[in-house]
């Protein structure tokens, strides 16, 4: 099972980025796809998250508005675009896949947002953004 990010840089304040996470070895169609971050000197925090194949997102309080994640069902990749880019998004960008099977309740209220909760990783992309 692989999962590949890509897509992050350098960008100022203000600008985007598209994150591309494509996933290989096996088939999620039944797991939650999240994409957490990681600054220095900090733990690892929740972006936002998509089911599979229902198309249910979530999003964590700080890019709601800003961010939007959605899939590629044919090319087994998720995306996360990011809009109007702050300093403070500065982080290392991890995709993953969520433990299988996601709790019932949790998929239809917060979505699952603890890196416990999921079970594979990709190897992180950097986002810059310069003020």
Not at 54 to 83: E, P
Not at 113 to 118: K, L
Request: charged share 20%.
């Amino acid at each position: 099972v692989q999962l590949q990010a890509s897509g992050g840089g350098l960008v100022q304040a203000g600008g985007s980025l598209r994150l591309s996470c494509a996933a290989s070895g096996r088939t999620f169609s039944r797991n939650v796809m999240g994409w957490f971050r990681q600054a220095p000197g900090k733990e690892r925090e929740f972006v936002t998250a998509i089911t599979w194949s229902g198309g249910r997102s979530y999003y964590a309080d700080s890019v709601k508005g800003r961010f939007t994640i959605s899939k590629d069902n044919a090319k087994n990749t998720v995306y996360l675009q990011m809009n109007s880019l702050k300093p403070e998004d500065t982080a290392v960008y991890y995709c993953a896949a969520s433990r299988n099977p996601v709790d019932p309740i949790v998929k239809i209220t917060t979505g699952p947002r603890h890196p416990y909760e999921y079970e594979y990783w990709g190897q992180g992309t950097q986002v810059t953004v310069s003020s």
